[in-house]
C-alpha cells in the first residue's frame, strides 16, 4: 500500500495520511489542541495581526539580525586579528 500525507494549512493546521491509489483516510485526525490563546499568539508572532506591513516589518527585523550576527562575528576576528599583531593573543578582552 502506497501511503501519502496531506498537510491542511490554516489556522487548525493539521497532517492527514492518506492512501495513494484510492485517496481514503488510512486514521482519523487528532483532535485540535491548539485554543484561542494559542492561535492569538501565533498571529502576533508572524505579525499577521498588522496585516502587509506588520509581516514586512517581521521579514526586515529577522534579516536585521541575521546580519548583525554576521557583521558581529567578522568585526570579532578583525578586531582579533589586530590585537594578534599588536602582541596581545588574548582571544577576550580584559
Known amino acids: 500500500m502506497v501511503e501519502g500525507t496531506v498537510t491542511l494549512g490554516g489556522p487548525d493546521a493539521q497532517a492527514l495520511r492518506v492512501n495513494a491509489a484510492t485517496g481514503a483516510l488510512l486514521d482519523p485526525p487528532p483532535p485540535s489542541t491548539a485554543g484561542t490563546w494559542h492561535i492569538i499568539l501565533k498571529s502576533w508572532h508572524r505579525g499577521n495581526v498588522f496585516g502587509l506591513p506588520g509581516i514586512l ?32 593573543p588574548e582571544a577576550f578582552w580584559s
Open 57 to 88: 516589518i517581521n521579514l526586515v527585523t529577522g534579516s536585521l539580525l541575521a546580519l548583525l550576527s554576521v557583521t558581529g562575528t567578522v568585526l570579532y576576528f578583525l578586531m582579533l586579528g589586530r590585537r594578534r599583531a599588536l602582541g596581545r
